[in-house]
């Protein structure tokens, strides 16, 4: 009988224990994976940059409105320690400037032209408004877009730029764009730079990262390489023609979302959903929110 009540008491014990740590197994649950399984991001790549200079606000605001999930950020630094949004390092392929980003001032890049080579080189797509525009510093995303957009960003060549996660992780907090979001987040930040990611995470461990991969190859990805992305982030980007649907079900096997870069066919967008990816980058959002809903009505 002592026995017996003895077995009863820890039978209790465990079920009590085990109801208190079930908040805590889902946080951590959900901090590993804070992007939602079932849904496809399509990530407006340096906004709808098919349409409009690439990352101008007039771009991410295209992007918003062909419904992509994310505005997609290239970050470089000005001499006076400015986040500007631009994917080179140098201005010249974006402006009508020359020289790198980081030996000028940002009064320097706002006298920058950054919409006419768009004109130029996409005659198509030309618009008179183009002419003339600014580059953006990342505060100014961050005002015209708040916290009803999300927001992708890569910290580029961050061994160019020291202290640039700070900067990028204080203005984040500045807009309240950090904390606990459940499964959800309004930000993702990624790099090529595992340094980088893993600097952020010390700083900042609730954010999502994304580990960019270029491969000169085929891509191929171990065991080892995989577990050693999950201890900082909660998935990868390759180049989406240097992978095939064995790699993607590789890492969605290792519970890793997959985002790869930068896929503008209709056929390609089919072709990536087929094999699992759980988003992609686009220079063509509209066309990927159409290939969506057409495979959402093929599914009813």
Not at 83 to 97: C, F, K, P, Q, S
């Amino acid at each position: 009988m002592y026995n017996l009540k003895i077995f009863i008491i820890l039978c209790l014990t465990f079920v009590v224990t085990l109801q208190a740590a079930v908040p805590i197994i889902k946080a951590i649950n959900q901090s590993k994976s804070p992007i939602p399984d079932e849904k496809i991001l399509n990530v407006a790549h340096r906004g709808a940059s098919a349409y409009a200079p690439e990352h101008t606000l007039v771009s991410y605001q295209m992007g918003k409105k062909m419904k992509g999930s994310y505005i997609e950020i290239d970050l470089q630094m000005t001499s006076d320690g400015h986040l500007i949004a631009m994917h080179d390092e140098r201005v010249d392929r974006t402006t009508n400037g020359t020289g790198l980003v980081k030996n000028k001032t940002l009064n320097e890049i706002k006298e920058l032209d950054a919409g006419s080579w768009y004109n130029e080189k996409y005659p198509q797509y030309a618009k008179k408004e183009y002419e003339g525009i600014k580059v953006p510093t990342l505060e100014e995303v961050f005002k015209t877009f708040g916290r009803g957009s999300n927001y992708y960003i890569e910290t580029k060549s961050p061994t160019v730029y020291p202290g640039m996660e700070e900067k990028l992780l204080k203005l984040l907090e500045e807009y309240n764009l950090t904390g606990g979001n459940g499964r959800s987040s309004h930000v993702i930040l990624q790099s090529f730079s595992s340094e980088s990611l893993k600097k952020i995470h010390h700083l900042n461990e609730n954010i999502p990262l994304v580990q960019l991969i270029s491969y000169s190859n085929t891509g191929i990805l171990t065991e080892w390489q995989l577990a050693s992305i999950k201890e900082y982030a909660i998935g990868i980007g390759p180049s989406f023609k240097k992978i095939d649907q064995e790699y993607v079900k590789k890492v969605r096997q290792s519970d890793l979302h997959i985002h790869p870069y930068t896929i503008n066919s209709k056929e390609d967008m089919e072709k990536a959903i087929k094999w699992g990816v759980t988003g992609i980058f686009t220079n063509h959002p509209d066309v990927f929110q159409q290939v969506l809903k057409e495979l959402a009505c093929e599914s009813k």
